[in-house]
Protein backbone atom coordinates (compact mmCIF):
# COMPACT_ATOMS: atom_id res chain seq x y z
CA UNK A 1 0.00 0.00 0.00
CA UNK A 2 1.19 3.95 -0.66
CA UNK A 3 0.07 6.46 0.10
CA UNK A 4 0.30 9.50 -2.04
CA UNK A 5 0.20 13.52 -1.38
CA UNK A 6 -0.67 14.98 -4.32
CA UNK A 7 -0.14 19.13 -4.68
CA UNK A 8 -2.54 20.84 -7.74
CA UNK A 9 -1.51 24.67 -7.95
CA UNK A 10 -2.60 26.89 -10.68
CA UNK A 11 0.14 27.53 -13.37
CA UNK A 12 2.67 30.16 -12.72
CA UNK A 13 1.30 32.21 -16.44
CA UNK A 14 -2.23 32.33 -14.61
CA UNK A 15 -3.24 35.31 -12.25
CA UNK A 16 -4.19 34.06 -8.97
CA UNK A 17 -6.83 36.97 -7.43
CA UNK A 18 -7.45 34.22 -4.26
CA UNK A 19 -3.89 34.27 -3.62
CA UNK A 20 -3.55 37.79 -4.05
CA UNK A 21 -5.94 38.30 -1.92
CA UNK A 22 -4.77 36.35 1.52
CA UNK A 23 -0.99 38.24 0.18
CA UNK A 24 -2.98 41.55 1.15
CA UNK A 25 -4.28 39.92 4.14
CA UNK A 26 -0.99 38.79 4.91
CA UNK A 27 0.36 42.36 4.49
CA UNK A 28 -2.29 44.22 6.04
CA UNK A 29 -0.93 42.06 9.44
CA UNK A 30 1.91 43.80 9.26
CA UNK A 31 4.01 40.71 7.82
CA UNK A 32 5.20 42.88 4.76
CA UNK A 33 7.81 40.35 3.68
CA UNK A 34 5.61 37.98 2.50
CA UNK A 35 5.29 37.96 -1.25
CA UNK A 36 3.79 35.17 -4.24
CA UNK A 37 1.01 33.86 -2.38
CA UNK A 38 -0.43 31.42 -4.05
CA UNK A 39 -3.79 28.86 -3.39
CA UNK A 40 -3.81 25.39 -4.43
CA UNK A 41 -5.08 22.07 -3.44
CA UNK A 42 -3.75 19.32 -1.69
CA UNK A 43 -5.67 15.87 -2.28
CA UNK A 44 -4.33 12.61 -0.39
CA UNK A 45 -5.00 8.93 -1.72
CA UNK A 46 -4.42 5.50 -0.59
CA UNK A 47 -3.10 3.35 -3.53
CA UNK A 48 -2.73 -0.97 -3.28
CA UNK A 49 -0.02 -1.77 -5.90
CA UNK A 50 2.65 -3.91 -5.24
CA UNK A 51 5.63 -1.39 -6.46
CA UNK A 52 6.35 2.30 -5.50
CA UNK A 53 6.79 2.47 -9.61
CA UNK A 54 3.40 1.25 -9.93
CA UNK A 55 1.74 3.36 -7.23
CA UNK A 56 3.60 6.62 -9.19
CA UNK A 57 2.17 5.32 -12.06
CA UNK A 58 -0.67 5.40 -11.06
CA UNK A 59 -1.25 8.51 -9.31
CA UNK A 60 -0.11 10.31 -12.27
CA UNK A 61 -2.63 9.25 -14.30
CA UNK A 62 -5.24 10.20 -12.30
CA UNK A 63 -3.61 13.70 -11.62
CA UNK A 64 -3.64 13.97 -15.97
CA UNK A 65 -7.18 12.69 -16.30
CA UNK A 66 -9.18 14.22 -13.56
CA UNK A 67 -7.49 15.52 -10.43
CA UNK A 68 -5.58 18.60 -12.61
CA UNK A 69 -6.59 20.54 -15.36
CA UNK A 70 -3.51 21.05 -17.65
CA UNK A 71 -4.88 23.88 -19.28
CA UNK A 72 -4.65 25.96 -15.87
CA UNK A 73 -2.99 23.55 -13.15
CA UNK A 74 -0.06 21.86 -12.57
CA UNK A 75 0.78 18.82 -10.00
CA UNK A 76 2.80 17.22 -8.04
CA UNK A 77 3.33 14.36 -5.93
CA UNK A 78 5.19 12.74 -3.74
CA UNK A 79 4.50 8.57 -2.61
CA UNK A 80 4.73 7.20 0.64
CA UNK A 81 4.77 3.69 2.01
CA UNK A 82 2.11 2.63 4.16
CA UNK A 83 1.15 -0.12 6.33
CA UNK B 1 -44.63 21.34 -39.80
CA UNK B 2 -42.15 18.97 -37.72
CA UNK B 3 -40.50 20.00 -34.39
CA UNK B 4 -36.48 20.40 -32.66
CA UNK B 5 -35.80 17.64 -30.21
CA UNK B 6 -34.30 18.92 -27.52
CA UNK B 7 -32.30 17.08 -25.15
CA UNK B 8 -31.47 18.35 -21.83
CA UNK B 9 -28.94 16.17 -19.28
CA UNK B 10 -29.61 16.75 -15.90
CA UNK B 11 -26.85 16.38 -13.65
CA UNK B 12 -27.06 15.85 -9.90
CA UNK B 13 -26.50 19.76 -8.71
CA UNK B 14 -28.31 21.11 -12.63
CA UNK B 15 -30.49 23.65 -11.92
CA UNK B 16 -31.33 25.58 -14.85
CA UNK B 17 -32.67 22.22 -16.71
CA UNK B 18 -36.26 22.55 -16.49
CA UNK B 19 -35.32 26.21 -17.53
CA UNK B 20 -34.21 25.23 -20.38
CA UNK B 21 -36.86 22.97 -21.18
CA UNK B 22 -39.33 25.12 -20.44
CA UNK B 23 -38.04 27.36 -23.42
CA UNK B 24 -37.43 24.97 -25.71
CA UNK B 25 -40.73 23.13 -25.10
CA UNK B 26 -43.65 26.10 -23.75
CA UNK B 27 -42.23 29.02 -24.79
CA UNK B 28 -40.37 27.62 -27.96
CA UNK B 29 -42.67 25.35 -28.79
CA UNK B 30 -40.55 22.29 -29.95
CA UNK B 31 -40.16 19.03 -28.05
CA UNK B 32 -37.54 19.06 -24.78
CA UNK B 33 -37.03 15.96 -22.96
CA UNK B 34 -35.05 15.67 -19.44
CA UNK B 35 -31.90 13.29 -19.53
CA UNK B 36 -30.99 12.14 -16.07
CA UNK B 37 -26.70 11.78 -16.62
CA UNK B 38 -26.82 7.99 -15.32
CA UNK B 39 -28.16 7.25 -18.94
CA UNK B 40 -25.76 5.76 -21.44
CA UNK B 41 -28.09 6.61 -24.71
CA UNK B 42 -29.18 10.36 -25.75
CA UNK B 43 -31.94 8.65 -27.77
CA UNK B 44 -33.39 10.92 -30.36
CA UNK B 45 -32.16 14.24 -30.28
CA UNK B 46 -31.37 16.74 -32.66
CA UNK B 47 -29.77 19.29 -29.99
CA UNK B 48 -28.52 18.32 -26.69
CA UNK B 49 -28.23 21.26 -23.67
CA UNK B 50 -25.93 21.00 -21.23
CA UNK B 51 -28.09 23.18 -18.64
CA UNK B 52 -25.89 25.52 -16.21
CA UNK B 53 -26.08 24.82 -12.14
CA UNK B 54 -23.05 22.84 -10.20
CA UNK B 55 -23.34 19.68 -11.38
CA UNK B 56 -21.70 17.70 -8.72
CA UNK B 57 -21.13 20.14 -6.41
CA UNK B 58 -18.60 21.92 -8.73
CA UNK B 59 -16.21 19.88 -6.75
CA UNK B 60 -12.42 19.61 -7.58
CA UNK B 61 -13.39 21.70 -10.54
CA UNK B 62 -16.24 23.19 -12.13
CA UNK B 63 -17.62 20.56 -14.63
CA UNK B 64 -14.79 17.99 -14.02
CA UNK B 65 -16.62 15.40 -12.23
CA UNK B 66 -19.71 16.09 -14.58
CA UNK B 67 -17.56 15.15 -17.48
CA UNK B 68 -17.06 12.18 -16.54
CA UNK B 69 -20.88 11.52 -15.68
CA UNK B 70 -21.94 8.13 -17.65
CA UNK B 71 -24.16 10.23 -20.36
CA UNK B 72 -21.20 12.38 -20.96
CA UNK B 73 -19.85 9.40 -23.08
CA UNK B 74 -22.54 9.43 -25.61
CA UNK B 75 -22.67 13.34 -25.60
CA UNK B 76 -18.85 12.69 -26.77
CA UNK B 77 -19.85 10.53 -29.56
CA UNK B 78 -22.70 12.73 -30.25
CA UNK B 79 -20.84 15.74 -30.77
CA UNK B 80 -18.19 14.32 -32.86
CA UNK B 81 -20.70 13.20 -35.38
CA UNK B 82 -21.81 16.84 -35.94
CA UNK B 83 -24.77 16.72 -33.23
CA UNK B 84 -25.56 19.99 -31.93
CA UNK B 85 -24.43 20.77 -28.19
CA UNK B 86 -25.08 23.81 -26.61
CA UNK B 87 -23.61 24.59 -22.89
CA UNK B 88 -25.18 27.05 -21.03
CA UNK B 89 -23.15 28.19 -17.96
CA UNK B 90 -21.66 25.52 -16.00
CA UNK B 91 -22.96 23.56 -19.14
CA UNK B 92 -20.17 25.49 -20.82
CA UNK B 93 -17.63 24.97 -18.11
CA UNK B 94 -17.99 20.65 -18.54
CA UNK B 95 -17.77 20.68 -22.22
CA UNK B 96 -14.28 22.28 -21.99
CA UNK B 97 -13.60 20.29 -19.13
CA UNK B 98 -14.57 17.53 -21.90
CA UNK B 99 -11.92 18.38 -24.06
CA UNK B 100 -15.14 19.69 -26.91
CA UNK B 101 -14.44 23.18 -26.20
CA UNK B 102 -10.93 24.60 -25.86
CA UNK B 103 -9.91 26.78 -22.76
CA UNK B 104 -10.77 26.87 -19.33
CA UNK B 105 -13.43 29.20 -17.31
CA UNK B 106 -11.28 30.52 -14.20
CA UNK B 107 -12.29 32.00 -11.03
CA UNK B 108 -14.03 35.51 -11.71
CA UNK B 109 -11.42 37.92 -11.62
CA UNK B 110 -13.37 39.89 -8.87
CA UNK B 111 -13.78 36.76 -6.97
CA UNK B 112 -17.66 37.22 -6.42
CA UNK B 113 -20.16 35.23 -7.81
CA UNK B 114 -21.90 37.67 -10.06
CA UNK B 115 -25.80 37.95 -10.78
CA UNK B 116 -26.79 40.32 -13.42
CA UNK B 117 -27.79 41.29 -16.76
CA UNK B 118 -24.67 41.67 -18.76
CA UNK B 119 -24.77 43.26 -22.78
CA UNK B 120 -23.17 40.41 -25.20
CA UNK B 121 -22.39 41.10 -29.06
CA UNK B 122 -22.87 38.69 -31.40
CA UNK B 123 -19.41 38.36 -32.90
CA UNK B 124 -20.35 35.61 -35.57
CA UNK B 125 -24.14 35.06 -36.92
CA UNK B 126 -22.57 32.41 -39.71
CA UNK B 127 -23.49 29.45 -36.88
CA UNK B 128 -26.70 27.78 -36.28
CA UNK B 129 -26.96 28.61 -33.15
CA UNK B 130 -26.92 32.27 -34.03
CA UNK B 131 -28.53 32.29 -37.46
CA UNK B 132 -31.70 34.64 -36.21
CA UNK B 133 -29.12 37.24 -35.11
CA UNK B 134 -27.19 40.35 -37.07
CA UNK B 135 -23.55 40.25 -36.76
CA UNK B 136 -22.93 43.07 -33.67
CA UNK B 137 -26.31 42.40 -32.83
CA UNK B 138 -26.30 43.49 -28.76
CA UNK B 139 -28.47 40.69 -26.73
CA UNK B 140 -29.21 41.66 -22.89
CA UNK B 141 -28.80 38.31 -21.20
CA UNK B 142 -28.14 37.50 -17.48
CA UNK B 143 -24.82 36.01 -16.52
CA UNK B 144 -24.72 33.78 -12.82
CA UNK B 145 -21.39 32.30 -12.14
CA UNK B 146 -18.49 32.35 -10.11
CA UNK B 147 -16.05 30.85 -12.44
CA UNK B 148 -16.62 32.62 -15.78
CA UNK B 149 -13.21 34.23 -17.03
CA UNK B 150 -12.51 32.46 -19.97
CA UNK B 151 -8.66 31.63 -20.14
CA UNK B 152 -6.63 30.01 -23.19
CA UNK B 153 -2.90 29.86 -23.92
CA UNK B 154 -2.46 32.83 -26.32
CA UNK B 155 -1.56 30.58 -29.27
CA UNK B 156 -5.29 29.25 -28.63
CA UNK B 157 -6.77 32.43 -28.32
CA UNK B 158 -5.60 33.67 -31.30
CA UNK B 159 -6.82 30.36 -33.08
CA UNK B 160 -9.98 31.05 -31.88
CA UNK B 161 -9.52 34.48 -33.32
CA UNK B 162 -8.39 33.23 -36.47
CA UNK B 163 -11.08 30.71 -37.03
CA UNK B 164 -13.73 33.37 -36.17
CA UNK B 165 -14.88 30.90 -33.46
CA UNK B 166 -15.40 33.52 -30.72
CA UNK B 167 -19.22 33.86 -31.15
CA UNK B 168 -20.14 36.61 -28.14
CA UNK B 169 -18.20 39.24 -26.59
CA UNK B 170 -19.20 41.04 -23.08
CA UNK B 171 -19.79 44.92 -24.43
CA UNK B 172 -21.61 47.86 -23.17
CA UNK B 173 -25.50 48.40 -23.72
CA UNK B 174 -23.56 50.15 -27.34
CA UNK B 175 -21.84 47.59 -28.21
CA UNK B 176 -18.56 47.92 -27.33
CA UNK B 177 -16.25 45.67 -26.19
CA UNK B 178 -14.26 47.48 -23.27
CA UNK B 179 -12.70 46.44 -19.94
CA UNK B 180 -15.41 48.28 -17.89
CA UNK B 181 -17.96 45.38 -19.65
CA UNK B 182 -16.13 42.66 -19.00
CA UNK B 183 -17.73 41.23 -15.89
CA UNK B 184 -14.92 38.68 -15.23
CA UNK B 185 -11.82 39.31 -16.78
CA UNK B 186 -12.48 37.19 -19.37
CA UNK B 187 -9.80 37.19 -21.97
CA UNK B 188 -10.98 39.35 -24.81
CA UNK B 189 -14.45 39.99 -23.18
CA UNK B 190 -15.12 36.13 -24.32
CA UNK B 191 -18.70 35.31 -23.35
CA UNK B 192 -18.88 32.20 -25.81
CA UNK B 193 -17.17 30.39 -28.36
CA UNK B 194 -17.72 27.69 -31.07
CA UNK B 195 -15.64 24.72 -31.56
CA UNK B 196 -13.64 24.56 -35.09
CA UNK B 197 -16.39 21.83 -36.76
CA UNK B 198 -19.23 25.26 -35.69
CA UNK B 199 -21.52 22.57 -33.90
CA UNK B 200 -20.80 22.96 -29.97
CA UNK B 201 -21.47 26.03 -28.76
CA UNK B 202 -20.79 27.37 -25.08
CA UNK B 203 -21.61 30.17 -23.36
CA UNK B 204 -21.48 31.87 -19.73
CA UNK B 205 -24.76 33.84 -19.94
CA UNK B 206 -28.16 32.25 -19.90
CA UNK B 207 -30.15 32.62 -22.60
CA UNK B 208 -33.48 30.49 -20.99
CA UNK B 209 -33.46 33.00 -18.25
CA UNK B 210 -34.20 35.92 -20.74
CA UNK B 211 -36.70 34.21 -23.47
CA UNK B 212 -40.35 34.14 -21.59
CA UNK B 213 -41.90 37.27 -22.39
CA UNK B 214 -43.40 37.10 -18.62
CA UNK B 215 -40.23 38.34 -17.45
CA UNK B 216 -39.82 41.17 -19.71
CA UNK B 217 -36.51 40.02 -21.52
CA UNK B 218 -36.08 37.54 -24.71
CA UNK B 219 -33.41 38.72 -26.09
CA UNK B 220 -32.38 35.27 -25.52
CA UNK B 221 -34.81 33.84 -27.57
CA UNK B 222 -32.36 35.04 -30.29
CA UNK B 223 -30.38 31.31 -29.58
CA UNK B 224 -33.39 28.66 -29.52
CA UNK B 225 -34.95 30.49 -32.41
CA UNK B 226 -31.35 30.02 -34.30
CA UNK B 227 -31.29 26.57 -33.53
CA UNK B 228 -34.78 25.70 -34.46
CA UNK B 229 -34.55 27.49 -37.98
CA UNK B 230 -31.13 25.71 -38.65
CA UNK B 231 -33.38 22.70 -38.64
CA UNK B 232 -37.09 23.75 -39.78
CA UNK B 233 -35.65 26.39 -42.04
CA UNK B 234 -36.64 30.36 -41.73
CA UNK B 235 -40.18 29.87 -42.15
CA UNK B 236 -40.24 28.37 -38.82
CA UNK B 237 -39.73 31.86 -37.33
CA UNK B 238 -42.98 32.81 -35.46
CA UNK B 239 -41.96 36.49 -35.20
CA UNK B 240 -39.37 39.01 -35.48
CA UNK B 241 -37.50 38.02 -32.15
CA UNK B 242 -34.80 40.84 -32.21
CA UNK B 243 -37.41 44.18 -31.41
CA UNK B 244 -35.99 47.14 -32.10
CA UNK B 245 -35.78 47.75 -27.95
CA UNK B 246 -33.50 50.38 -28.25
Given at each position: MYRAKITVTLRKSILDPQGKAVEQSIHSLGYGTVENVRIGKFIELTVDTKSREEAERLTNDVCRKLLANPVMEDFSFVVEEED | MGKVKFGIVVF????CDHDSQYVAGHVMEQEARLIWHKESSLGDVDVVILPGGFAHGDYLRCGAIARFSPIMKDVVRFANNGGAVLGICNGFQVLTEAGLLPGVLLRNSSLRFICRYVNVR??????MFTA????GDVLEIPVAHGDGNFFAEEETVQKLVDNNQIVFKYCTKEGDVSDEAN???SRLNIAGIINEAGNVLGLMPHPERAADPVLRHTDGQAIFQSIIQSFLGVDATREPILLERR
Amino acid sequence: MYRAKITVTLRKSILDPQGKAVEQSIHSLGYGTVENVRIGKFIELTVDTKSREEAERLTNDVCRKLLANPVMEDFSFVVEEED
Amino acid sequence: MGKVKFGIVVFPGSNCDHDSQYVAGHVMEQEARLIWHKESSLGDVDVVILPGGFAHGDYLRCGAIARFSPIMKDVVRFANNGGAVLGICNGFQVLTEAGLLPGVLLRNSSLRFICRYVNVRVENNATMFTAACRKGDVLEIPVAHGDGNFFAEEETVQKLVDNNQIVFKYCTKEGDVSDEANPNGSRLNIAGIINEAGNVLGLMPHPERAADPVLRHTDGQAIFQSIIQSFLGVDATREPILLERR
